[in-house]
């Protein structure tokens, strides 16, 4: 159970680093949430074989970690932890697809190899432009994006409430399931154990909420927050967003490897 | 369980994306109709306990293995469809962003599988019926378990369907149906047990808790009429887009045939590849055509594969070796301008910064 502590501390880190001031952390948090989406999509608009035409779109969650700060190590091993379900999928590929693509020297590499290698190439950027994007946003900037681009109140404000209270109830748990491991010799706990320890932690939340509630009406709560933020959406925005979707186009309309390739054979005769 | 980004076409993504936002949209209305102003922090808060009773394993009794609580019937039961929905969306937005599961193309396919079949039908339609006003210890447990395992069982095969018809693996239907449902039906089972006993916990200390949210899922006769309304439109949402998958079905079940007939006989790569040629040629021929088909490599393996060839042109090869020379001087290029960047922030201190 050392990994709550992990996954805890993880999750605090990301928080902190999202807390930054460059220039990345500075823009209106819509930019970014709509340039990310936008990512996402060109990346898994590719066809299953796709691996070459893949690999420049690394230029974006690359430039944006570098401008944001975000600790290289960081960010890829938060990747790395995340792969494995999309690889182990990937890996029937080979299995069930095993047509000879090409042969490099003597090797025949089949079709299955590259989507298998397209997959986790498109794991890689999708799962780490997500978690680019949080690191120079932050979670409540978020929230409040999705809100101004039309997410219904109600949710994001749920989601606010949520975020709030992760950290506290993350460690609410945390103390419970150690002063459970402590008392079981080293066994992973019996099922009834941990659904009564689950549900005394749900009872302690219910009144949280209940007290929570009251306090927020006692200060004059109307079912709104109200934060410093409020961010515009400048020639700095428009620039930004503007400037990634005409690169992705460019990026998916022509492959810049297949030109870079050739441009070296050329050079190289 | 947590569908990828990876495995996941823009119009299989975008699909689930328009049907779990139009879930969204109708819930929150709802939520907000209801006018039951403590709910909102209550899900929030119970949003975040989830995450934190997630995070506690437990061993799985005979197996040596360990589990733990996925958290969608139980939020369904505590908090009615609407606001567990809601509820499990903030979660799962939480998951993709800070955990990098899922992602946020897989965010729709999540949402409809992991939030819409327990809130809105292993919950109103099992739960609830299998359970009744005043269910038992017995009762209770037998409707937990059956919900949560039909709940599962569907999720599962949402992750499915939803992998098979974006083609980016070539998992083949059925072999995936075969791996997929057993597994989720032990966990499924595993997940009723758990989420019984919690309720039933609960239930000892508070039973006004499980009860309070009783009345919410059924104010009336008028509401449930809309909710049955609902339940329809989402039935034949969903019967739409299976049938249009299953109308590419037969096929990815003939290509399974084929290539598992086809296995055994390796050592005559011949017909082998041959039919894996002619499986993937309907392949191509049967899926739709996405908007952004055009490049080139894309018509040449159309091209390739069309006169049942079983070598590749020259030219494929050529371009397959400056590809890849070009793609990994494209790599290197992004992380220098990356790297050069980072020397240029660090080198320009900005007050407020992390250190």
Request: aromatic share 8%.
């Amino acid at each position: 159970m050392a990994s709550i502590e992990g996954r805890a501390a993880n999750f605090r880190l990301l928080d902190q680093l999202a807390r930054a001031d460059t220039a990345i952390h500075r823009l209106d948090a819509r930019a970014k949430v709509v340039v990310t989406l936008t990512f996402i999509v060109v990346v898994a608009s590719f066809d299953r074989y796709t691996v070459a035409a893949l690999l420049p779109f690394f230029i974006f969650p690359v430039v944006l970690a570098a401008l944001g700060k975000l600790p290289t190590a960081y960010v890829a091993r938060n990747v790395a932890v995340a792969i494995p379900f999309a690889l182990a999928i990937g890996l029937f590929n080979p299995l069930f697809d095993q047509r000879v693509l090409f042969e490099l020297g003597s090797i025949p590499i089949s079709a299955g190899w590259i989507s298998c290698a397209s997959i986790v190439v498109r794991a890689v950027l999708t799962l780490s432009a997500a978690l680019i994007l949080i690191g120079v946003t932050g979670f409540p900037a978020v929230c409040e994006a999705l809100e101004r681009l039309g997410m219904p109140k109600v949710l994001a404000m749920q989601m606010q409430f949520l975020y709030r209270y992760l950290f506290v109830l993350i460690e609410d748990a945390r103390r419970s399931a150690r002063a459970l491991e402590l008392r079981s010799c080293g066994r992973l706990p019996r099922l009834p154990t941990v659904a009564s320890l689950i549900g005394l932690l749900l009872l302690r939340t219910w009144q949280r909420a209940d007290r929570i509630h009251m306090a927020m009406l006692a200060r004059a709560y109307r079912g709104d927050f109200h934060s410093r933020k409020a961010g515009n959406f400048g020639s700095s925005e428009v620039a930004f967003v503007a400037g990634w979707m005409a690169l992705f186009a460019l990026l998916r309309v022509y492959d810049a490897s297949q030109l870079l390739g050739a441009l070296v054979e050329r050079a190289l005769p | 369980m947590h569908m990828a980004d990876a495995l996941l076409s823009p119009a299989v993504g975008g699909t689930m994306w328009a049907v779990s936002t139009g879930t969204i949209a109708y819930c929150s209305k709802k939520v907000t109709d209801e006018l039951d102003e403590r709910k909102v922090p209550l899900m929030g808060v119970l949003g975040a306990f989830l995450f934190a009773a997630q995070m506690i394993n437990f061993s799985i009794p005979g197996t040596g293995s360990s589990g733990h609580l996925g958290g969608g019937l139980l939020l369904a039961i505590l908090l009615g469809p609407h606001a567990a929905f809601l509820t499990i969306a903030s979660v799962l937005l939480v998951q993709a962003l800070f955990f990098a599961d899922g992602g946020l193309l897989a965010l729709g396919c999540n949402l409809f599988n992991l939030g819409f079949f327990p809130a809105f039908i292993a919950y109103p339609l099992i739960y609830r019926k299998i359970a009744g006003q005043r269910p038992g210890q017995m009762r209770l447990s037998v409707a937990a378990i059956v919900a949560a395992t039909v709940g599962l069982q569907l999720g599962a095969f949402g992750v499915v369907v939803e992998t098979v018809s974006s083609g980016i693996s070539s998992l083949p239907f059925s072999t995936f149906v075969l791996f997929m449902q057993p597994i989720h039906l032990a966990i499924g089972i595993v997940e009723g047990v758990v989420t019984a006993a919690i309720v039933s916990f609960v239930h000892r200390a508070r039973p006004e808790l499980i009860s309070a949210a009783r009345p919410t899922a059924t104010p009336g006769q008028q509401s449930l009429r809309k909710l049955l309304l609902a339940f329809l439109v989402g039935a034949m949402l969903t019967g739409g887009l299976f049938s249009w998958f299953a109308s590419k079905d037969p096929d990815g079940l003939e290509w399974a045939i084929a290539q598992v007939s086809g296995e055994a006989e390796l050592k005559g790569p011949e017909q082998g590849m041959h039919a894996a040629l002619a499986a993937l040629q309907d392949r191509i021929a049967i899926l739709p055509d996405y908007a952004f088909r055009k490049n080139e490599a894309q018509i040449q393996d159309n091209g390739g594969s069309d006169g049942n060839g079983d070598a590749y042109p020259e030219s494929r090869l050529g371009s397959s070796v400056s590809g890849i020379v070009g793609g990994l001087l494209a790599l290197l290029l992004a992380f220098l301008i990356g790297f050069l960047l980072k020397k240029r922030v660090r080198r320009m201190p900005r007050a407020g910064g992390l250190p």
